[in-house]
């Protein structure tokens, strides 16, 4: 029997189109971050001094204890996506809700600092790479604490169930690469800066 003009249903994909874009956003943004941290250490290696001009880069212990929160910002979020698999709707909420709350004190303590910072973007390269690189990371922040209100009203109104949650999968991609990336950006800009 002959197939020909007859119309097959849809291949199976591996992966959905929402994910498809979620990695190619990541991959994006992970191009973005790791071309501004080469300029960073570019910048180091052919200055004589580092950080420039004498500035004294920030206190090293409040960002050590808020990159301990961010980073734990993921673990609700590991728990709610395991919950949800389960159909436990509840467990999600909670653990969207602790990750949201851990995250926003980030960028709180994050806000504070740039109002503390004894150095402006307009000082030298260090200061200016400094303010971009942080203040990049942060607008990631907020943007993921929106998607995450929004992942939160929607699991409010039952939206999601054991086989309907793909939303919530892409949010969690997405706030894990941010906690990743403050990993290398929290090593170059704040530990190297203490490194003589």
Do not use: C
């Not at 880069?57 to 050590?64: D, R």
């Not at 200016?128 to 604490?145: D, E, Q």
């Not at 941010?178 to 800066?193: G, N, P, Q, R």
């Amino acid at each position: 029997m002959s197939t020909e003009g007859v119309a097959l249903g849809p291949q199976a994909r591996s992966r959905s189109i929402g994910s498809w874009g979620m990695v190619m956003l990541i991959t994006t943004e992970a191009m973005i971050f790791a071309a501004l941290l080469s300029a960073y250490f570019f910048v180091r290696a052919n200055s004589p001094e580092w950080p420039e001009g004498g500035i004294a880069p920030p206190k090293l212990w409040p960002i050590a204890l808020f990159t301990v929160v961010l980073l734990a910002s993921s673990l609700p979020l590991l728990w709610g996506e395991a919950a949800i698999r389960r159909n436990r709707v509840g467990q999600l909420r909670v653990a969207l809700a602790v990750s949201w709350l851990l995250g926003a004190a980030f960028v709180v303590n994050q806000v504070i600092e740039f109002h503390t910072l004894e150095f402006s973007a307009k000082d030298n390269a260090y200061a200016s790479l400094f303010v971009v690189i942080t203040g990049l990371h942060g607008l990631h922040l907020v943007a993921g604490l929106l998607m995450s209100l929004v992942v939160q009203i929607k699991a409010s109104i039952g939206w999601f169930d054991a086989g309907r949650h793909q939303t919530v999968t892409l949010f969690s991609m997405y706030w894990h690469f941010v906690d990743a990336v403050w990993i290398f950006v929290f090593a170059s800009l704040y530990l190297t800066a203490h490194i003589r």
